[in-house]
């Protein structure tokens, strides 16, 4: 497992692009915001919660096709699927690796844009901590939509359509919990909620992706 | 020791039927090559052996996690070097070392090379280079001598003797002679599925034809 | 004609659009019955004569 | 006999064609009833003729979650038994309630045009038929992607199964979400005690009517499923001979 973990962590560095890609995508997005909505603080700050969150979403999104696509090309995908690891355990290694790659960078971040947006500095450690909370079940949900969709050829549509409705409830709690923690107040229901789907998600998905990649793989 | 017994297999192919009632046994170090003509199913066949595809009807004995299956695609990251391909696929299968592998298959001079600078041949001996760091008894081999030269496939015949040698066994869909002369020739021909109705559909296209 | 007060537009529109989804949904389903059906028959016929 | 015969292609064939017209007669006679007397009932005193709206938009937004639930039981069966036409019947389902989905939507929304004095508002229950919306896209899509009928059979059944759990979900999220924020939803029509009886009846018959016309719609457009696979099936022999 740590094997596979090493080696999609070493192709993401090499291959370029894997590290950054997304880190930079959020910043543009964070850039552009502010030409559309205008430089007002006023403005800026109530909306800034549910643009951070939105754009590690998106940010999240632009890699999930690579998660299995490559593989599947070169034959490793047979390869993996007759080794000794099980496949469940596989795609949870490689969502790990995404989410290394993808949702860390985001994470580690987040408060630089938070500043960009005019995010109250009371509410950057509860970005921060949805964003660790959140991502996760992120990366895992991409990685069944990716697994649904690797081996058509337009996938990449096709996977934003399916993965994006199930990243609803990630969403709302997420940006709930930033809103919240700029006004004060009480955090911890949504917290648990973020919490408990994302464990679910890390818990039960790898099972349904694994069984889609092996219907994909006869 | 027997690695795999097969008992009147039927597999499908785009969901017809496409080779049925094969029946063939594999012990310690025999060799087995399907023959037959493009189409007919050899590399289906060779996929439900491997596991990656459940056959129709018939059954597969094989030990758990015995198969080490490598096909047209070799599973090679370009990005990587030969040594960092093969040491990963070695600890995904089990950690052997990978130093035979390579002096066998003559790679290890391109050790360091990254795999995206081989050539098709060379690509393909590391692809084959994988096998011998399985550990695994069982080959299945599926064309394993394209875009090799005429000196690679007989290292490659020299490398599975030494494998059936030492316990192991082979069974190879290719149509070019390995120059293993006491490997068995199943011809898989007369097994072509003929239509008809059946009585459990395995698939859209039987059910509703 | 019922008289349908100042709400005469949220109404009608409602009923417009959806007796409008619901007509295309039964003459897409319908047409496509007859596309498949006719394919069909025409394949199992062309078998016969050729 | 069990009931699993009904999955033979050839006997659903032959079932449905005895029973399609009782069907479609049956769909035809409720819903136009139930529409046009819902039409015609008299304005409610607080709503005015904006009433008149709730013969369409509920007996809509009760089949956009019944189909979504039909689908998931068949994509269980599918799953479970192999029953191949439980997968198409999945399959035909799918545009249906994607389109009630739409009516639920687009009549909600001109009716709050009067009410709420905007046509979206972003209450709890429309949000949650708008993800519906977004699932039933994503089956369909994911349907039409797919080349393989057997590989997009089970995949779809996946994709419903998880669907299914994370439409439920976002229900709840949506619930969460819009309460921490505004006052609950502005109206409630689905408490039928606070109904009377001249706009019950007729809207009994609409959800009934709405009903029987799903089920008409879905035996022709999975007997055309069936039909497209029979022709492909054929092809393929074909090609293989």
Request: glycine share 10%.
């Amino acid at each position: 497992m740590l094997a596979l973990l090493t080696r999609d962590l070493r192709l993401a560095v090499r291959a370029g692009g894997g590290f950054g890609l997304g880190v930079a995508f959020f910043l543009i997005l964070s850039a552009l915001v502010p030409f559309g909505v205008g430089p007002d603080r006023a403005a800026l700050a109530p909306v800034a919660p549910g643009i951070l969150w939105v754009g590690a979403l998106l940010a999240c999104l632009l890699s999930l096709d690579r998660i299995f696509a490559l593989d599947h090309e070169d034959g490793s995908l047979d390869l993996l699927a007759t080794a000794p690891m099980p496949l469940e355990g596989a795609v949870a290694v490689k969502a790990l690796a995404h989410w290394i790659t993808t949702g860390l960078p985001l994470v580690l971040a987040a408060p630089l844009f938070g500043v960009l947006l005019q995010l109250p500095p009371v509410a950057m450690p509860w970005l921060v901590l949805s964003l660790l909370i959140g991502t996760p079940a992120l990366s895992m949900l991409g990685a069944f939509g990716a697994a649904l969709t690797v081996g058509l050829r337009r996938g990449g549509l096709l996977l934003s359509l399916l993965v994006l409705p199930l990243y609803i409830p990630t969403l709302i709690f997420g940006a709930e919990i930033t809103r919240r923690g700029a006004e004060g107040a009480a955090i911890v229901t949504p917290l648990v909620f973020q919490a408990g789907i994302t464990l679910a998600v890390l818990a039960l998905i790898p099972f349904a992706a694994a069984a889609a990649l092996r219907v994909n793989l006869r | 020791m027997r690695h795999l017994a097969v008992h009147d297999l039927s597999v499908s192919r785009g969901g017809l039927r496409a080779v049925e009632g094969v029946s063939f046994t594999l012990d310690a170090g025999e060799a087995l090559i399907l023959r037959g003509p493009n189409g007919i199913g050899k590399t289906t066949l060779l996929r439900c052996i491997a596991g990656l595809q459940a056959p129709v009807a018939g059954r597969i004995d094989a030990a758990e996690d015995s198969v080490a299956y490598a096909a047209h695609a070799d599973g090679l990251k370009p990005a990587l070097s030969v040594a960092e391909n093969l040491t990963f696929w070695s600890r995904i299968f089990g950690g052997k070392p990978i130093e035979p592998a390579l002096a066998a298959m003559d790679l290890t001079a391109l050790s360091d090379r990254p795999a995206g600078a081989l050539s098709a041949g060379q690509k393909r001996r590391l692809g084959l280079a994988r096998l011998l760091v399985t550990g695994r008894p069982l080959w299945v081999l599926d064309e394993p001598t394209v875009s090799l030269d005429a000196a690679s496939v007989t290292a490659f015949g020299v490398v599975i003797r030494a494998h059936l040698a030492l316990g192991g066994a082979a069974l190879m869909a290719t149509h070019i002679d390995l120059g293993l002369s006491e490997a068995r020739v199943l011809d898989l021909t007369p097994h072509r599925a003929q239509p008809g109705a059946v009585a459990r559909p395995a698939s859209f296209n039987e059910a509703f034809a | 004609m019922i008289d349908l007060g100042k709400y005469a537009f949220a109404v009608v529109a409602s009923y417009g659009v959806s007796l409008a989804l619901l007509g295309g949904l039964i003459w897409q389903t319908v047409a496509a019955n007859a596309r498949a059906r006719r394919a069909l028959e025409d394949h199992e016929k062309g078998k016969k004569n050729g | 006999m069990s009931i699993w015969e009904y999955a033979n292609p050839a006997k659903f064939m032959r079932t449905t064609d005895r029973l399609l017209p009782w069907v479609v007669g049956g769909a035809v006679l409720l819903s136009v009833t139930g529409v046009v007397w819902g039409f015609l009932t008299p304005d409610d005193f607080r709503q005015g003729s904006t009433v008149k709206i709730v013969f369409l938009h509920v007996p809509a937004a009760m089949m956009a979650i019944n189909i979504w639930v039909m689908m998931l039981v068949a994509s269980l069966i599918w799953i479970i038994r192999r029953h191949h036409v439980s997968a198409l019947a999945a399959k035909a389902a799918a545009p249906i309630g994607a389109v009630m989905t739409l009516i639920a939507l687009a009549t909600g929304a001109l009716w709050g045009q009067p009410m709420w004095g905007t046509w979206w508002e972003w209450d709890p229950r429309l949000t949650s038929f708008l993800i519906l919306f977004l699932f039933y896209l994503g089956y369909i899509a994911l349907w039409a992607a797919i080349d393989d009928p057997d590989s997009a059979a089970d995949l779809t059944g996946v994709l419903c199964l998880v669907g299914s759990v994370f439409a439920l979900l976002s229900r709840y999220a949506v619930l969460f979400w819009n309460q921490g924020l505004h006052q609950g939803a502005s109206l409630s029509v689905q408490s039928g005690e606070r109904m009377s009886h001249v706009y019950r009846y007729p809207l009994y018959t609409a959800m009934v009517g709405f009903g029987l016309l799903f089920l008409a719609l879905l035996l022709i457009r999975t007997r055309t499923e069936i039909r497209r696979r029979r022709l492909a099936a054929l092809q393929a022999r074909e090609m293989r001979a």
